[in-house]
């Protein structure tokens, strides 16, 4: 059973000549999850123990430094890491964000700058702030993996013994697998639980450890989904090539996610031996 692709309207809807479309509606949306969850965080207290608790204003202006870092890593990723020689070529086509083209390794580093410039500006600790928004972040890969399913982008590969396979308009008459709606799961939903686990667990007392086991949770599901996702036509496998829905060939997501991985095992182990627990800590105000 193949199913064709539903016809989904990228542009949400449009007021005279200005056009909203889902994939910006879903970054609004993973935002104000976020920016929601993070201020309920920030006001239990039993989740930061002796560290200084982030009032509710620090998180409202922390959503604004956050977004800024997103898309400015994210734009700023993908040009160098997925298409630099085509921007190289023309370099104003780099400012245009409307026409598509982010990077999420991008845009989690630019995100981890912004964090750690706030709370250095904030006098907070800059790894339980980045615990905080490690917890919340899968919010925001679930809308925007769902908004890709809707754009009809980053399709998966050839999957034609697949019974859910879908047949994407511009990815030619193959039907393929789903791999946005496995982002979706595997990256946003399965890795929230995972984080919402964690820090009713560990709180925010071990600087460090929410932050590690999302980064090291969040590279494995991409090197997982990758193995169905097909590689950007102008990179292609890095390594290898393809053999069916699931080749041996090697992407560049896969390649960045696994610094990623072993960054994050790093901070785990280094958070559970106290490594990262500050010298002199700050009551709450």
Avoid at 38 to 46: C, D, G, I
Avoid at 138 to 146: A, C, D, K, S, W
Wanted: charged share 10%.
């Amino acid at each position: 059973m193949t199913l064709s692709f539903p016809i989904l309207d990228p542009v949400a809807f449009s007021i005279g000549p200005f056009a909203i479309r889902w994939y910006a509606l879903a970054y609004v949306a993973g935002l104000l999850g976020g920016w929601f969850y993070a201020k309920r965080l920030a006001a239990r207290a039993e989740l930061w123990g002796p560290l200084r608790q982030p009032k509710p204003t620090d998180i409202d202006d922390l959503i604004v430094w956050v977004a800024l870092g997103v898309v400015l890593g994210g734009r700023i990723g993908y040009v160098l890491f997925y298409n630099f020689s085509a921007y190289l070529q023309n370099p104003l086509e780099a400012l245009a964000v409307w026409h598509g083209g982010m990077s999420f390794h991008g845009g989690f580093l630019g995100a981890v700058l912004a964090l750690v410039f706030f709370a250095r500006s904030r006098s907070l600790n800059p790894l339980a702030m980045l615990d905080m928004a490690a917890v919340v972040t899968p919010i925001g890969l679930f809308f925007g993996r769902i908004a890709n399913f809707i754009n009809g982008e980053l399709w998966g590969r050839p999957a034609p013994d697949f019974p859910y396979a879908v047949v994407f308009p511009h990815a030619g008459p193959l039907p393929r697998h789903p791999s946005q709606l496995y982002e979706a799961f595997g990256e946003g939903l399965l890795l929230f639980i995972v984080m919402v686990i964690a820090v009713r667990m560990f709180g925010f007392r071990r600087p460090g450890l929410l932050g590690g086991i999302f980064v090291l949770g969040y590279a494995i599901a991409r090197i997982v989904c990758e193995f169905f996702r097909e590689p950007d036509a102008q990179l292609g496998f890095l390594f290898g090539s393809s053999v069916g829905a699931l080749g041996g060939g090697i992407t560049m997501g896969m390649l960045l996610s696994v610094p990623m991985a072993l960054v994050g095992a790093a901070f785990i182990v280094m958070a559970v031996r106290g490594y990262t627990r500050p010298a002199k800590t700050v009551e709450a105000a």
